[in-house]
């Protein structure tokens, strides 16, 4: 049987409220998820839901009040759990005085990657995440995507097998949120796990292969994507150049079946998201987010 | 990464590159520049201000007592102040950065970041220090020259025998540089270590900054009084009471360390010799108590949530 990447066991996170006689709150309420290894999982919900808490109990940020987390077979309240896993928090947050490189290097060294190979992967990373240009610089001066993009490369410096990402698009442009996309599809050919939130749906529908919607501290609706979201008894045409004559004809056809019936007609569009994409991109073909 | 790794407490490597790290973002904090930079003012006005003579009636070795007893009380000062507001801002400010959070989340027990954060303020305390004190150590050398110089040319003018010269030269030279004066320095830095560390365990659990550093500073002088009420406290004892005080003291006793042992500066600037056993004490029970309020401190943080 092949080793779970993540295990997070009937979860239950209360916090105390600091007054005495209020009852403490639920965050998490009895919330189990099994990781594959390979596997992209998107955990979704509405603010407050516990996302971020259930991400902090899988490593150790937070003690759970009953239940249990491991990442590959080990529990997370050890330190030994953290070896093979990166996490980038929710609003990142890095030590000011310490420029993009060097906040690289010091996370690495905390892993115990020293010297050329420190270097090599330092180097990698920045260009990875579209910094060379800002690595000199300190963070400091760094704008909210930036620190986006440099707590991700400092979640992959010591190349976890596991990575959690706390909405890793927050704040990144779209050319940047399309990057990171592109990024995670990238690190699951490489058969590495990733475990993420975020309220982007339509990117975690991209990226993740099971997703988890979790709504006041529960797990409401849990499986693989093609099964939850593909709509079982409809059938999409998409045509072009078809005249009102044609479409006439086709309605005509369905109704004639008896059975079946037509929702919709009407011309697709593209996303804003892509139009923004062709827009920019467009004026600023050096930035080049598609390889 | 197939070859599993274990990680045990205080690997020195780790902890070295967290002290860095602190000791980094310490020396480019501008607050840093700026008491560091008092300091050195605070020793050199002194140089500036030029002997005067007052004849050979005067106590001759006074001005050096002077010199080493204001350059003395502005590294303690420094130091103290130093260890107490760093340590205090450190760990509330990882906190509320959610700068721990990343720390944590790599394979870092959480001992290492406490003992890699105590150990990066001490690292700049003592590198300080001894900047402060080669420049002391220098201006009180040249000080102590002409001394000696002036005192030997008037004294042989005079026709005073060669023991009597002998003798004042001995004079001057203790109050010049001297072991017992270095060893008055390294007693600063032991106690802005264990200040460093109650400042350490209070930052971990109280909610705010203000709170820890006043707190710190009470502690601080509670140490140094402790000497003085206990003494009070044991003299009222002989006298047949035994006051809910003297029990808060003897408490309080065992909590804190007794500064006043730390009081070996006042030797040092008396150009007293201080024997290489209060030293040992000195070191001895500094690491008692830094070892034991890092242990408490790890005790109150290993359980802490953010
Ligand atoms: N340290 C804490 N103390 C008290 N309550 C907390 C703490 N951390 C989180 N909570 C509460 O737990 C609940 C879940 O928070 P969490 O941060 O996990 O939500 P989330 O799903 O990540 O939301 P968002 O989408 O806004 O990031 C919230 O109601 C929050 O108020
Ligand atoms: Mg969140």
């Known amino acids: ?291 | 990464m197939a070859k599993e790794k274990t990680n045990r407490w205080l690997q020195p490597r780790r902890v070295a590159v967290l002290a860095m790290n602190t000791f980094t973002q310490l020396v480019r904090m501008k607050v840093f520049y700026f008491l560091m930079i008092f300091a050195i003012i605070a020793l050199v006005a002194q140089f500036l201000d030029l002997p005067q003579y007052h004849g050979p009636e005067a106590v001759y070795t006074g001005e050096l007592t002077l010199l080493k007893g204001w350059c003395m009380g502005v590294m303690k000062l420094f130091a103290v102040v130093f260890s107490i507001t760093a340590t205090a801002l450190l760990l509330p400010k990882d906190v509320e950065d959610r700068t721990l959070y990343t720390i944590l989340a790599k394979p870092v027990p959480r001992l290492d970041y406490l003992v890699g954060k105590l150990a990066g303020v001490l690292l700049l305390i003592f590198i300080s220090l001894a900047v402060m004190d080669g420049i002391m150590t220098a201006v009180l050398a040249i000080r102590t020259d002409q001394l000696l110089e002036g005192q030997m040319f008037l004294a042989q003018s005079r026709g005073w025998t060669a023991e009597a010269i002998e003798s004042m030269r001995a004079e001057i030279s203790m109050q010049g540089p001297t072991w017992s004066l270095q060893a008055g320095v390294l007693s600063i830095f032991l106690l802005s270590a264990i200040v460093g560390a109650v400042s350490l365990l209070l930052s971990t659990f109280s909610t705010s900054t203000l709170f820890t550093i006043i707190v710190s500073f009470l502690c601080f002088l509670a140490g140094f009084f402790q000497a003085d009420a206990a003494e009070f406290y044991r003299a009222t004892a002989e006298a047949g009471t035994t006051t809910f005080g003297s029990l808060v003291m003897k408490a309080v006793a065992l909590v804190f360390p007794n500064y006043q042992l730390f009081n070996v500066t006042d030797a040092a600037i008396q150009g007293l010799p201080v024997s290489g056993m209060a030293v040992l004490v000195l070191l001895g029970l500094t690491v008692f108590y830094v070892v034991l309020y890092t242990l408490l401190s790890w005790f109150v943080f290993s359980d802490k949530e953010f």
């Open chain 1, 1 to 291: 049987m092949t080793q779970l990447a993540v295990d997070i066991r009937h979860l239950v996170k209360d916090f105390r409220s600091p007054l005495r006689g209020v009852k403490a709150f639920r965050a998490v309420d009895g919330v189990s998820i099994q990781i594959q290894a390979g596997e992209v999982y998107g955990l979704i919900g509405p603010n407050g839901s516990g996302k971020s808490t259930t991400m902090k109990a899988l490593l150790g940020l937070v003690a759970p009040t009953s239940g249990s987390c491991s990442i590959y077979g080990k529990d997370s309240m050890k330190v030994d759990s953290r070896n093979d896993v990166g996490f980038l928090p929710e609003n990142p947050y890095f030590y000011k005085h310490l420029t993009g490189a060097e906040t690289l290097r010091f996370y690495g060294k905390l892993c115990d990657i020293r010297g050329k190979v420190l270097e090599a992967r330092v180097d990698e990373l920045l260009e990875l995440v579209d910094l060379r240009d800002a690595r000199d610089r300190r963070l400091g001066g760094y704008s909210k995507g930036m620190l986006q993009r440099i707590g991700l490369a400092q979640a992959m410096i010591q190349d976890p097998r596991l990575l959690i990402l706390d909405e890793p698009t927050a704040g990144v442009d779209p050319i940047g949120s399309r990057q990171i996309r592109d990024l995670i599809l990238k690190l699951r050919d490489q058969g590495k796990t990733v475990f993420l939130c975020s309220h982007l749906l339509e990117q975690v529908q991209e990226v993740c292969d099971h997703v988890g919607i979790i709504f006041q501290g529960k797990m409401v609706k849990e499986g693989r994507l093609e099964d939850l979201i593909s709509l079982e008894d409809q059938t999409e045409i998409v045509l072009k150049d078809a005249d009102e004559a044609l479409v006439e004809e086709i309605r005509g056809l369905v109704e004639r079946t008896g059975h079946a019936s037509l929702v919709r007609t009407g011309r697709p569009r593209t996303t804003l998201e892509r139009l923004f994409l062709q827009e920019t991109q467009g004026n600023q073909p050096v930035k080049g987010g598609e390889k």
